[in-house]
């Protein structure tokens, strides 16, 4: 079924978010609901969540291949982090699916595992957001998840193409997963992907070829491959086995990081670029749409007509058409 097509009832969103901050998970994957799909009560959603409380989970973005075990190693890290006290959220995002709601990302039979746990919330969410993409829907469903009282929100896209990149690579900490002889430090190198990640995980390090795959990583880093000024954070390079429950090393990484974030003022940095790209995405949605609305049949026929005529130039038609957007 088309997620856009479900019909919602209306929320008391007021009562919701109440419900969330009590912990209620059914009223947490309603308004992450809303937010996802761009319902019909998204501005009020997001009206209520700015209470004026600042912004306190550490939000962790999580990218790599399909099959190299970012489900798995989701799990594990969820399980690591609840023994640590974390309350944990999981977003699930793709964002080459029209579909949201999880049933078709293939990570709910392993995340079955913390279906019991009041302090895991795990949802799924893709790109149909017609408001701004998962530019603006994600550090949505990130502020219900804490307003919910979650510390770590994993936020996890299906794979490496430019815009699960750019999704993972706005989280305050991003990890880019790779496995023995899939990547590679040349390849990971010229996708980008050095320069969007804090922390490399060669994970299935049971396999052969994984200390090859970390020695490779670490030489790009050091021939300054991952594009990063000298004093900037550098990108670690763990090992892990998901499969057996072994991340220590990438927990590690991961603390090492948003420590070095949050003494070098960095954590802030990366939230209000974080906002700001939201803010954007929404604002440009917007005016794409007003300017839909002087499409066809519209002003925007009419210049193009005079253009095509010889008698407007193209700059002086684009002028008229954004004064029509402001007025
Ligand atoms: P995803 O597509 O990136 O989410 O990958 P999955 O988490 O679905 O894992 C893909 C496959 O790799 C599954 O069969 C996992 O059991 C397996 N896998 C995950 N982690 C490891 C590991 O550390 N070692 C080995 N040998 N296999 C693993």
Known sequence: MPGGARQRRRLDVGAELDAARQGSHRAVARLVSVVADGGPQLREVARALADGTPATAWVLGLTGPPGVGKSTTVSALVTALRAQGSRVGVLAVDPSSPF??????????????????????????????HLGGLAATTPQAVRVLEAAGVDVVVVETVGVGQSEVEVAGLADTTVVLLAPGMGDGVQAAKAGILEVADVLAVNKADRDGADATVRELRQSIALGADGRAPGDWRPSVVRTVAAR????????????????????????VVRRRRAAVEVRALALADLGRRFGELGSGGLLDDVAGQVAGGTLDPFGAADRLVAAVEG
Not at 102 to 129: F, I, K, P, T, W
């Open 245 to 268: 429950g072994e991340v220590d090393e990438l927990l590690e990484a991961l603390q090492q990081h948003r420590e070095w974030s949050t003494a070098h003022g960095r954590a802030d």
């Open 100 to 129: 949201s709601g999880g049933a078709l990302l293939g990570d709910r039979v392993r995340m079955g595992a913390h279906a019991l746990d009041d302090g895991v919330y795990v949802r799924s969410m893709a790109s149909r957001g």
